[in-house]
Structure formats: structure tokens, C-alpha cells
């Protein structure tokens, strides 16, 4: 990621004056960002280097309109520098894994309609699948001996083989009742219902000739948990003869956030538990040597939020050790040097996210050997010499990037979006500090519209991120792409308000049972900082937009101050109480300190419908937007804020996906989003 110099928050009329007709000059030719730029650009995903250091695999996705869907592709680049190569043409391909000789790559692909593992030979020729369940594969891993390959699959618990689920999917299928019946906690998640089936985790010989097994037959639990793990919740050991994998097996999963690491043996045989914290155990990576398993666990029960410590469990002891206690940031993507010796990780830090490495024993600090940037998507050649990431900014979307093993000499090997950020013009986000709630230092970033011209006025829109436990960070995104915001002709802000993460614990943890208060202060601060300090923002146009619990700070913003001309909610929580109708109990539990009937108290106080009493208080024309198979903050919130807003006359609009859950992620749709939530702007911001 190009983190290029951010502009400085103070700077005299005068110097902004002259930067502003130096950039008028260079960026002649060059038009604001569209949708229609945004919407071409291609995904960079899952970079994976070579064992031999020499190349890099990576996924890239672009998005199909008239498909309305994105095509995936498997790509290769040399870490030497050169051309990206596109090695397959499906539009159906993900998640690249290397053969351990480097002389092949596995991948998933539904270009038969069925998720598979396909492997493609270096040498050349097409790619052929070597598994072939019915009920699809997922999350490929290669173990080390190259003889065998790790994949998960969703199937029914109880059915032993293959053409036992197939039989049951298709009963399933021609039955005319389709009724739901549960007894437990949790029966949807996220976009998904509950359908009996469960992630197992399954080996095949690496040549397809044998026929896959499954690791956790007859297991009543997910690998990884679902929607909350991912690949990096499982790892080979380095001799292949076992595998470490994260599972949640409580049995009320909505309201824990416990996961456990689990090893089971890759001949067959009992999974063992090692890990026994209340907190969520995951990403286990064993040494080169064998004798650690390093992994990052959150040691607060029933709080997703908690940051994540690097953890060290020594196989023979049977122990493990807290080795980041001291270090206030979350640790995520481990990765081990080659001799054993360290351990890399990134944190996300200060709206950045480095790359850490630490020596692999208690009482040592964390270094930044990769400050710049936001970097992910971490992966290491086997002899330790190269690093290889993506990194991505507000200034370009994720490329891949390769250092040496200690950070130095990061280069970017790929420029896939090149020729379209040639032709657009965009500025650097400016961060800076204010004064929050209670004296609290908060940080934020703005962006200034393309052209600008410090002699006019500017409209303000003030983007309110989501979580609540998350940060604006400088890097790029598309469902909220603020550079799009401001080529729309605004000045974009964006507060890391009280509850972000990237801050330390505390700072996230103020949020706490208290979502209306210093969190919302701290906004309304920075608002007042940014008007006392930019006299080209026009205080008397602000509008406010913001998603999940972005979208709740809209609403809260719209039952307690008039300050706004116009108000986007998207997914936005309105009435807590009915918002216990979420799949992840924990969350509500946690945030509201109790459940609905023993602490009603917060969950009346903190939601905007309790201040819909007083008559009149909706003033700001409001945007309401949601999806129906949104079962996150379940669509009827942003029902329940429309007929309010409707009930008391107060300009507003619906709009409902039907098919879409938290996110709008179909082109079409995120299309029809953009227009809309600008239509709202210019419609009431002239």
C-alpha cells in the first residue's frame, strides 16, 4: 500500500491555495471517481508465496454486471519482479494453496456448479479436480509431505458416507414442507438457517485416488465455527501426521464465544482438545520445528471484542503461555520465521495495520518490522527470507506486496488497477486529533473532494462506522468506498470514535453499555473540531450515514439533534429489545450487560425508539435501507425506524433487499445502493 505522505491536518489558506493549483495542473484529465470506475476494478485476495520464495499466488475477483455476481480467477506473480500471470479462466476460482515442491497449486472451484478441489500442474496443462463430494468442499490446505490435502465440507452428522447425504439432500429437496423446526440456540446465522448439516473436516490423497475421509465423523460442531473461523483455523502439523483445528462445542453457541483448539491424527482417530480457555482459541500454526503450536485467543468469555493475545503451547508439556499480555493491540495472521525463533503478526494500529514480529518466548515486546500500510493477508516462503502480503490504502485497492524477512525492501509486485486510478482523480485522507468525551484523545480522518478549491464551501457528510468494535482504518474498501463519497463532491469524515478498535482495550471497551454516550459525544466533537478548523466545510450542509451499528448512530443522531440536513441508515439497530431477535446472543449479552428482562434498563436507554415518544423529535430526512436475509440486525429494526419516521411525518424512504444479507454485495445491487444513497444527498443537500 502506497501510504503516501497524508496531508497535514494544520496548514495556512496560503499552502493549501498553492497545493490546490499544483494539483489542478497535475491532475489534468482526470475525473472524479464513479461508480462506474469502482465497479472494474479488480479484487486482490489470499496472496500465498511459493515455498521457494519465488512466486506468488493470489486470487482476483472483478466484478461481472450483467452476471451480477464476481469472476474469480487464480494469477500468479514472480517475487522478483515482472508480470502477473492469470493461470485459470473460470471466473469460478478462490483460495490458492501450494503443493509443498512448489510444482502445483490446489484451489477451490464451482466451475461445474459444485465447490471442489482442483489442482493445477506448474508445468502446464488444465486443471482437474480431485475431490468430488457431493456436498462440495471448502478451505483447502496441503500438508507438508505434499501427500495430502485438507478440505472442509458441510454434511449431515450422522450420515457416515458420501451417498448418505446426497440421499438426504435430495429427500430434502422433493419434499413439499419446508418448515424450519429447531430446539436450540443457534438456528440462523449471519445470511444462513441452520440445516442440519456441519463443517467436518475431511483428507484426500493429494492425486485424487483415494477416497476423502472424514476427520470429525459423527462431531455436532462446526470446523471452523461458523461465520466466525476461517483456513487459518487450520494447520498440518510439520511431519503431516496431525492436524490442529479450531471448534466451538458448547452447546448453546449463540450465547459463547468460546472455541477451543482441537489436534486429531490425519490416519483416523479421536479429536484430543489442548486448549481449555473460556475465551475464543484460534489460528493455530506449528513451528518449523514441531515443538510449538503458536495461536491467538481472546481470554474474556462472551466478548468478541477483547483483543487477541499470542498464545504458545509447547506439545510436549502440554502448556501454553501468554507471550503479548503487555502489548495493547490484537494480534491477528501468525505466521513463524524459519529457524522457530519468531513469530510475524499484524495489529491493527492507529487506522494502519503493521507487521509485528516477536521472539517466541514470555517477556519480549513486539516490533514493527513493516510500519507502513495496511497489510494482509500475511504468508512466508519456507526458508524464512521472504514476506509476502497485500496491502491496500484509500488512495488504492489491495495489491500484493513482498519484503524481506526482517521488512526491509517492501515492494509492490502487482499494479492490476493501474490504468483506472491513472485516470481518476482522488485525495489522501488528512487524520488528525481532537479533544472526545471526557478529554479523551480520538482520532479521525477527512478527505477532501477531487478538484478542490479552498476558496469555496463544502458539503459535509460524516460517515459513522460499524461494529461497534471496529475502526475507519486507511485502506480500501467498496461496499463503503469513501473515495467515491467524496468524489461526489463532499468532505467526507470519518471519527474513530469511543469502541474502535486499534486504540488499545480500553478505549474499545468504553463502548460498553454505554452506545449512545461517549461514543456519540465523541462524533458530535469532532464535528464541531472540523467546522472550527476548516472554514471551507459548510456547516449549514452536514448529512450522516452510517451501517450495523454506523446505522444505529444514525438513528440515535436522529431522535437527538436537528444538526443534519440528511440521515442514511443502513442495517441500523432501532428498538434493542426486539434486536434480541439476533443470532449472536453473546453480543447483545455482552454489550447491554444482561439480557432484556434482567438489565431492561439499558436495552430501554440506549435504544433510539425510547426517544420516539417525544413528539416531533424526528426531524432529518432519512435514507432506510436493509436486507431480508439479514438475520445480523434482522431487517424489521429498519422497518420499525421507517414507520416511525412515516408516523410522524417525517420525509424519508425505504428500501428492502430481498436478496441480500448485512453487506449489498451483488454488483447490481451495490449499484442501485450508490445511486440511491446519493440521489438522498443531492436531494436534500442543494
Given at each position: 500500500?502506497?501510504?503516501?505522505?497524508?496531508?497535514?491536518?494544520?496548514?495556512?489558506?496560503?499552502?493549501?491555495?498553492?497545493?490546490?493549483?499544483?494539483?489542478?495542473?497535475?491532475?489534468?484529465?482526470?475525473?472524479?471517481?464513479?461508480?462506474?470506475?469502482?465497479?472494474?476494478?479488480?479484487?486482490?485476495?489470499?496472496?500465498?508465496?511459493?515455498?521457494?520464495?519465488?512466486?506468488?499466488?493470489?486470487?482476483?475477483?472483478t466484478?461481472?454486471?450483467?452476471?451480477?455476481?464476481?469472476?474469480?480467477?487464480?494469477?500468479?506473480?514472480?517475487?522478483?519482479?515482472?508480470?502477473?500471470?492469470?493461470?485459470?479462466?473460470?471466473?469460478?476460482?478462490?483460495?490458492p494453496?501450494?503443493?509443498?515442491?512448489?510444482?502445483?497449486?490446489?484451489?477451490?472451484?464451482?466451475?461445474?456448479?459444485?465447490?471442489?478441489?482442483?489442482?493445477?500442474?506448474?508445468?502446464?496443462g488444465?486443471?482437474?479436480?480431485?475431490?468430488?463430494?457431493?456436498t462440495?468442499?471448502?478451505?483447502?490446505?496441503?500438508?507438508?509431505?505434499?501427500?495430502?490435502?485438507?478440505?472442509?465440507?458441510?454434511?449431515?452428522?450422522?450420515?457416515?458416507?458420501?451417498?448418505?447425504?446426497?440421499?438426504?439432500?435430495?429427500?430434502?429437496?422433493?419434499?413439499?414442507?419446508?418448515?424450519?423446526?429447531?430446539?436450540?440456540?443457534?438456528?440462523?446465522?449471519?445470511?444462513?438457517?441452520?440445516?442440519?448439516?456441519?463443517?467436518?473436516?475431511?483428507?484426500?490423497?493429494?492425486?485424487?485416488?483415494?477416497?476423502?475421509?472424514?476427520?470429525?465423523?459423527?462431531?455436532?460442531?462446526?470446523?471452523?465455527?461458523?461465520?466466525?473461523?476461517?483456513?487459518?483455523?487450520?494447520n498440518f502439523?510439520?511431519?503431516?501426521?496431525?492436524?490442529?483445528?479450531?471448534?466451538?462445542?458448547?452447546?448453546?453457541?449463540?450465547?459463547?464465544?468460546?472455541?477451543?483448539?482441537?489436534?486429531?491424527?490425519?490416519?483416523?482417530?479421536?479429536?484430543?482438545?489442548?486448549?481449555?480457555?473460556?475465551?475464543?482459541?484460534?489460528?493455530?500454526?506449528?513451528?518449523?520445528?514441531?515443538?510449538?503450536?503458536?495461536?491467538?485467543?481472546?481470554?474474556?468469555?462472551?466478548?468478541?471484542?477483547?483483543?487477541?493475545?499470542?498464545?504458545?503451547?509447547?506439545?510436549q508439556?502440554?502448556?501454553?503461555?501468554?507471550?503479548?499480555?503487555?502489548?495493547?493491540?490484537?494480534?491477528?495472521?501468525?505466521?513463524?520465521?524459519?529457524?522457530?525463533?519468531?513469530?510475524?503478526?499484524?495489529?491493527?494500529?492507529?487506522?494502519?495495520?503493521?507487521?509485528?514480529?516477536?521472539?517466541?518466548?514470555?517477556?519480549t515486546?513486539?516490533?514493527?518490522?513493516?510500519?507502513?500500510?495496511?497489510?494482509?493477508?500475511?504468508?512466508?516462503?519456507?526458508?524464512?527470507?521472504?514476506?509476502?502480503?497485500?496491502?491496500?490504502?484509500?488512495?488504492?485497492?489491495?495489491?500484493?506486496?513482498?519484503?524481506?524477512?526482517?521488512?526491509s525492501?517492501?515492494?509492490?509486485?502487482?499494479?492490476?488497477?493501474?490504468?483506472?486510478?491513472?485516470?481518476?482523480?482522488?485525495?489522501?485522507?488528512?487524520?488528525?486529533?481532537?479533544?472526545?468525551?471526557?478529554?479523551?484523545?480520538?482520532?479521525?480522518?477527512?478527505?477532501?473532494?477531487?478538484?478542490?478549491?479552498?476558496?469555496?464551501?463544502?458539503?459535509?457528510?460524516?460517515?459513522?462506522?460499524?461494529?461497534?468494535?471496529?475502526?475507519?482504518?486507511?485502506?480500501?474498501?467498496?461496499?463503503?468506498?469513501?473515495?467515491?463519497?467524496?468524489?461526489?463532491?463532499?468532505?467526507?469524515?470519518?471519527?474513530?470514535?469511543?469502541?474502535?478498535?486499534?486504540?488499545?482495550?480500553?478505549?474499545?471497551?468504553?463502548?460498553?453499555?454505554?452506545?449512545?454516550?461517549?461514543?456519540?459525544?465523541?462524533?458530535?466533537?469532532?464535528?464541531?473540531?472540523?467546522?472550527?478548523k476548516?472554514?471551507?466545510?459548510?456547516?449549514?450542509?452536514?448529512?450522516?450515514?452510517?451501517?450495523?451499528?454506523?446505522?444505529?448512530?444514525?438513528?440515535?443522531?436522529?431522535?437527538?439533534?436537528?444538526?443534519?440536513?440528511?440521515?442514511?441508515?443502513?442495517?441500523?439497530?432501532?428498538?434493542?429489545?426486539?434486536?434480541?431477535?439476533?443470532?449472536?446472543?453473546?453480543?447483545?449479552?455482552?454489550?447491554?450487560?444482561?439480557?432484556?428482562?434482567?438489565?431492561?434498563?439499558?436495552?430501554?436507554?440506549w435504544?433510539?425508539?425510547?426517544?420516539?415518544?417525544?413528539?416531533?423529535?424526528?426531524?432529518?430526512?432519512?435514507?432506510v435501507?436493509?436486507?431480508?436475509?439479514?438475520?445480523?440486525?434482522?431487517?424489521?429494526?429498519?422497518?420499525?425506524?421507517?414507520?416511525?419516521?412515516?408516523?410522524?411525518?417525517?420525509?424519508?424512504?425505504?428500501?428492502?433487499?430481498?436478496?441480500?444479507?448485512?453487506w449489498?454485495?451483488?454488483?447490481?445491487?451495490?449499484?442501485?445502493?450508490?445511486?440511491?444513497?446519493?440521489?438522498?444527498l443531492?436531494?436534500?443537500?442543494?
Amino acid at each position: 500500500m502506497n501510504r503516501t505522505a497524508l496531508r497535514s491536518a494544520i496548514v495556512t489558506v496560503g499552502v493549501i491555495f498553492c497545493c490546490t493549483t499544483l494539483g489542478h495542473a497535475q491532475n489534468a484529465g482526470k475525473h472524479p471517481i464513479t461508480f462506474e470506475d469502482m465497479i472494474q476494478m479488480h479484487r486482490v485476495a489470499d496472496p500465498r508465496i511459493s515455498p521457494d520464495g519465488k512466486w506468488v499466488a493470489f486470487a482476483v475477483a472483478t466484478p461481472d454486471m450483467n452476471a451480477n455476481r464476481n469472476a474469480s480467477n487464480i494469477w500468479v506473480v514472480p517475487t522478483a519482479g515482472g508480470d502477473a500471470v492469470q493461470l485459470t479462466q473460470s471466473g469460478h476460482d478462490t483460495s490458492p494453496a501450494w503443493s509443498p515442491d512448489g510444482k502445483a497449486l490446489a484451489f477451490l472451484s464451482s466451475r461445474d456448479g459444485t465447490s471442489q478441489v482442483y489442482v493445477l500442474s506448474m508445468d502446464g496443462g488444465e486443471a482437474h479436480p480431485i475431490t468430488h463430494l457431493s456436498t462440495g468442499a471448502d478451505m483447502v490446505k496441503w500438508s507438508p509431505d505434499g501427500k495430502t490435502i485438507a478440505f472442509t465440507s458441510a454434511v449431515y452428522p450422522d450420515c457416515k458416507d458420501d451417498p448418505c447425504n446426497k440421499k438426504r439432500d435430495e429427500e430434502k429437496e422433493k419434499n413439499k414442507v419446508k418448515a424450519r423446526v429447531y430446539e436450540q440456540l443457534l438456528y440462523r446465522h449471519w445470511d444462513h438457517w441452520f440445516e442440519s448439516k456441519r463443517s467436518h473436516l475431511f483428507v484426500e490423497t493429494a492425486d485424487g485416488s483415494g477416497e476423502a475421509r472424514d476427520l470429525n465423523a459423527g462431531a455436532n460442531y462446526d470446523v471452523p465455527p461458523d461465520q466466525r473461523g476461517g483456513p487459518e483455523d487450520i494447520n498440518f502439523s510439520p511431519d503431516s501426521k496431525e492436524i490442529c483445528f479450531t471448534a466451538v462445542t458448547d452447546k448453546i453457541e449463540a450465547i459463547s464465544t468460546n472455541g477451543d483448539l482441537f489436534i486429531v491424527p490425519v490416519a483416523g482417530g479421536e479429536a484430543k482438545r489442548i486448549t481449555t480457555n473460556p475465551g475464543f482459541d484460534g489460528n493455530p500454526v506449528y513451528s518449523p520445528d514441531g515443538r510449538f503450536i503458536a495461536y491467538h485467543a481472546q481470554v474474556t468469555p462472551g466478548y468478541e471484542a477483547d483483543r487477541w493475545r499470542v498464545m504458545l503451547y509447547d506439545r510436549q508439556a502440554g502448556k501454553s503461555e501468554n507471550l503479548t499480555e503487555s502489548f495493547d493491540r490484537s494480534a491477528n495472521e501468525l505466521a513463524w520465521s524459519a529457524d522457530s525463533k519468531t513469530i510475524f503478526f499484524t495489529a491493527e494500529t492507529e487506522t494502519l495495520q503493521p507487521v509485528y514480529a516477536m521472539a517466541a518466548k514470555p517477556g519480549t515486546q513486539p516490533n514493527k518490522v513493516i510500519a507502513e500500510g495496511f497489510n494482509t493477508g500475511l504468508t512466508i516462503s519456507v526458508d524464512g527470507k521472504a514476506l509476502a502480503f497485500e496491502r491496500s490504502s484509500l488512495l488504492m485497492p489491495a495489491e500484493v506486496f513482498v519484503a524481506a524477512e526482517d521488512g526491509s525492501g517492501s515492494r509492490q509486485l502487482t499494479h492490476l488497477n493501474e490504468s483506472i486510478l491513472a485516470r481518476v482523480d482522488m485525495n489522501a485522507p488528512e487524520t488528525f486529533w481532537f479533544e472526545g468525551a471526557d478529554g479523551t484523545r480520538v482520532q479521525a480522518m477527512m478527505i477532501r473532494p477531487p478538484h478542490f478549491d479552498a476558496t469555496k464551501k463544502y458539503p459535509l457528510l460524516v460517515l459513522l462506522h460499524g461494529g461497534p468494535q471496529t475502526m475507519w482504518s486507511n485502506a480500501w474498501g467498496y461496499r463503503w468506498n469513501e473515495q467515491l463519497f467524496s468524489g461526489g463532491g463532499y468532505v467526507t469524515l470519518m471519527i474513530n470514535r469511543r469502541g474502535s478498535t486499534g486504540y488499545g482495550q480500553k478505549f474499545t471497551d468504553e463502548i460498553t453499555n454505554d452506545w449512545g454516550g461517549k461514543p456519540y459525544v465523541d462524533v458530535m466533537k469532532g464535528i464541531d473540531f472540523v467546522l472550527g478548523k476548516y472554514k471551507f466545510i459548510d456547516g449549514s450542509r452536514m448529512a450522516a450515514a452510517g451501517g450495523s451499528y454506523g446505522g444505529y448512530m444514525a438513528d440515535w443522531i436522529a431522535t437527538h439533534n436537528g444538526r443534519f440536513k440528511a440521515i442514511i441508515s443502513h442495517a441500523g439497530i432501532y428498538d434493542k429489545f426486539s434486536m434480541y431477535a439476533t443470532e449472536e446472543l453473546w453480543f447483545e449479552e455482552h454489550d447491554m450487560q444482561g439480557t432484556p428482562w434482567t438489565n431492561p434498563e439499558s436495552y430501554r436507554k440506549w435504544g433510539p425508539l425510547t426517544y420516539a415518544a417525544e413528539l416531533g423529535k424526528f426531524k432529518t430526512p432519512t435514507l432506510v435501507i436493509c436486507g431480508e436475509r439479514d438475520y445480523r440486525v434482522p431487517c424489521t429494526q429498519s422497518m420499525e425506524f421507517f414507520s416511525a419516521l412515516q408516523r410522524q411525518g417525517v420525509p424519508s424512504k425505504l428500501i428492502v433487499f430481498p436478496d441480500e444479507g448485512h453487506w449489498i454485495l451483488k454488483p447490481q445491487n451495490s449499484q442501485f445502493w450508490y445511486k440511491t444513497f446519493f440521489d438522498w444527498l443531492e436531494r436534500w443537500m442543494k
